[in-house]
């Protein structure tokens, strides 16, 4: 049932041309260089170190490796990380 409200939230997303992100809640995320990202409409942040970050999201856990970490803004749904980035994985839901 949940698969066939995302099959018809996307088809309605690009028949009206709308941000997919937005209307079926997927995270996006925005890279800078080396040094900076962004991530939008995340659900939380499960683990902050100094090598690694995991971020929840509607499609399950991010992990971000790399060091030097520093929340620049934390905002509604509305994250910025700085630091050192070497990898960015979609884990999954676990």
Do not use: C, Q, W
């Not at 066939?4 to 996006?28: C, E, G, H, Q, V």
């Not at 620049?72 to 960015?88: D, N, P």
């Amino acid at each position: 049932m949940e698969d066939k409200l995302f099959r018809t939230k996307d088809a309605i997303a690009s028949k009206l041309d709308l941000p997919r992100d937005i209307l079926l809640n997927m995270p996006k995320i925005t890279v800078t260089g080396d040094n900076e990202i962004t991530i939008e409409n995340h659900k939380g942040v499960i683990l902050f170190e100094e090598n690694e970050v995991k971020i929840n999201s509607s499609l399950g856990l991010i992990s971000i490796s790399g060091g030097e970490f520093e929340i620049l803004f934390m905002g509604g749904s509305t994250l910025t990380l700085s630091g050192k980035f070497r990898a960015i994985v979609y884990e999954g839901h676990e």
